[in-house]
């Protein structure tokens, strides 16, 4: 494979916003990504944004308007669709008790509690849970306690 564009991971996500401003506030305050770039519509709205958390990024996106129009396939938070999820997140994190306390503190809906998950002597062990941002994404979030062996 040839390298990706710098700065650029190989896999990024876009997530549906009922509001997309709000919601890249609450990911700052709930699970501490970046703004790398974001870029206003004429209508006020966001066009196009960029969150990182460490090499990680995903973009933000705000449900109607152009949008759907101009990818060809509409986009909708979970919440404006009975909560259905088609896709869910999963992060590696340095400390995950403390990031699960920013989160539910933030107000994430904690759907899997923390704890931790062996998956064998010849697998790995990670603590982790798994949480429902005010759109309705599901995230889980993790720390790598034991490596398989080489």
Not at 96 to 125: I, K, N, S
Not at 134 to 148: C, E, M, S
């Amino acid at each position: 494979m040839k390298p990706t564009p710098p700065g650029w991971p190989r896999l990024s996500s876009v997530l549906v916003s009922r509001d997309a401003r709000a919601a890249i506030a609450w990911y700052q305050q709930a699970f501490g990504f970046t703004v790398q770039i974001l870029v206003d519509a004429p209508d006020g709205r966001v066009q196009h944004s960029e969150l990182c958390y460490g090499d990680a990024l995903v973009m933000v996106s705000e449900q109607g308007g152009d949008r759907d129009a101009r990818f060809g396939a509409p986009g909708r938070a979970p919440v404006a669709v009975q909560g259905v999820n088609t896709q869910s997140l999963f992060v590696y994190v340095d400390e995950v008790d403390a990031h699960h306390d920013r989160a539910l503190a933030a107000g994430a809906r904690v759907t899997v509690p923390l704890a931790d998950h062996d998956y064998g002597p010849e697998h790995w062990q990670d603590r982790g849970y798994a949480c429902v941002d005010p759109d309705g994404h599901l995230w889980w979030f993790a720390q790598r306690l034991r490596n398989p062996p080489a």
